[in-house]
């Protein structure tokens, strides 16, 4: 089975500009997550999509941070404009449901903003 | 709103020494409890889950955790260490009904010396 996919694995940027990361889940698995995890923290969850639909995104800064899931299989995070404070390891997971259904994650995208 | 406190943030032990990680979560329903290992290098992975039953439950490579619901705690335990358990460790919760993601602690790190 293939894993979680994630790119790039490294993005090195200056504040105020943009970035995307993208992630495909395994084949399958109807959820998906986006995950801040910042230097000395655990994982905090930014976007969850059900399929194409949204069913949590209380933790996304919506006046920075975009995500879709246009088809219901790989997803997008968007940063525009960057902060220092952004600088984190972005993790993307996926799971077959909800509840029970463990996260299977990517090895993630660490962003640094200068 | 869930959340998750791992008071070890870096343990440091010798092989074949017992290991015990503490993990106390707050919320007043039903939880789902894991707990995440992250090797260098390696995405996160599962190591063990407890859903209901049994509160002793078994993982991967000789971990087993403790769910004890007065304390609102699931500790992780091994009896021996190795060098190969040298990593980061998540305790994870979510409540058992609903479509919730996973709430993270913040992690511990566990140090073998051989």
């Known amino acids: 089975e293939a894993g979680v996919a994630q790119s790039p694995r490294y993005k090195i940027i200056e504040k105020r500009q943009s970035v995307a990361f993208w992630c495909n889940p395994i084949?399958?698995?109807?959820?998906l997550y986006w995950y801040q995890q910042i230097l000395g923290q655990g994982p905090k969850l930014l976007i969850q999509?059900?399929?194409?639909?949204?069913?949590?995104d209380s933790q996304l800064p919506k006046d920075r941070f975009s995500a879709e899931r246009l088809k219901g299989v790989d997803s997008t995070l968007k940063i525009q404009p960057a902060k220092l404070e952004d600088s984190a390891v972005y993790l993307c997971?996926?799971?077959?449901?909800?509840?029970?259904?463990?996260?299977?994650f990517g090895n993630g995208t660490r962003l640094t903003v200068t | 709103a869930q959340s998750v406190s791992q008071h070890n943030h870096h343990v440091i032990l010798s092989e074949a020494a017992s290991l015990e990680l503490g993990c106390n979560y707050s919320?007043?329903?039903?939880?789902?409890l894991f707990w995440y290992v992250q090797y260098p290098g390696q995405h996160l992975q599962l190591l063990l889950k407890?859903?209901?039953?049994?509160?002793l439950v078994k993982g991967i490579k000789g971990f087993e955790a403790e769910f004890i619901k007065s304390k609102f705690s699931f500790n992780l335990r091994k009896p021996s260490v190795q060098w190969s358990d040298t990593a980061e460790y998540f305790c994870?919760?979510?409540?058992?009904?609903?479509?919730?993601?996973?709430?993270f602690g913040s992690g511990t790190r566990l140090q073998v010396q051989p």
């Open positions: 084949s399958g698995h109807a959820t």
């Open positions: 994870a919760v979510n409540e058992s009904t609903g479509r919730r993601a996973l709430t």
């Open positions: 919320y007043g329903g039903t939880v789902n």
């Open positions: 997971a996926s799971s077959s449901g909800t509840g029970r259904s463990p996260l299977h």
């Open positions: 407890y859903f209901s039953g049994d509160p």
């Open positions: 999509f059900q399929n194409n639909g949204v069913v949590d």
